[in-house]
């Protein structure tokens, strides 16, 4: 089993920044790839940003240039680095783990493929 807590979320001008977190528990070893996820009122949960099991990174084109989703060394937490924000980007932002082989980060951006996520975060962006 695994366990998913986000932090980091707040609100913050057009323009500003800010990090995420996401902390992994139990099962969270490197055979796991995990990805950013948000999800704004009345809309779909839209990928925001992946990494594989070999780090290999992959983003939506919206956040390209201005996010940054990396992992500690020991791959049990998730940052996104988010720079630049807009209004946009408003939404509660959410955590997902999945296991997966080596180059196997296949069709990240559909949220159906993941199976286990955190409660999320929000993030508000005011312009």
């Known amino acids: 089993e695994v366990q998913l807590l986000e932090s980091g979320g707040g609100s913050v001008q057009a323009g500003g920044s800010l990090r995420l977190s996401c902390a992994g528990s139990g099962d969270t070893s490197s055979r796991f790839c995990m990805a950013w996820f948000r999800q704004a009122a009345g809309k779909g949960r839209e990928g925001v940003a992946t990494?594989?099991?070999?780090?290999?990174?992959q983003y939506a084109d919206s956040v390209k240039g201005r996010f940054t989703a990396s992992k500690d060394n020991a791959g049990n937490t998730l940052y996104l680095e988010m720079n630049n924000l807009k209004a946009e980007d408003s939404a509660m932002y959410y955590c997902?783990?999945?296991?997966?082989?080596?180059?196997?980060?296949?069709?990240?951006?559909?949220?159906?493929?993941?199976?286990?996520w955190g409660q999320g975060t929000q993030v508000t962006v005011s312009s």
């Open positions: 997902a783990s999945r296991y997966c082989a080596t180059g196997g980060n296949h069709n990240w951006s559909n949220y159906l493929n993941w199976e286990y």
């Open positions: 990494v594989g099991r070999d780090t290999i990174t």
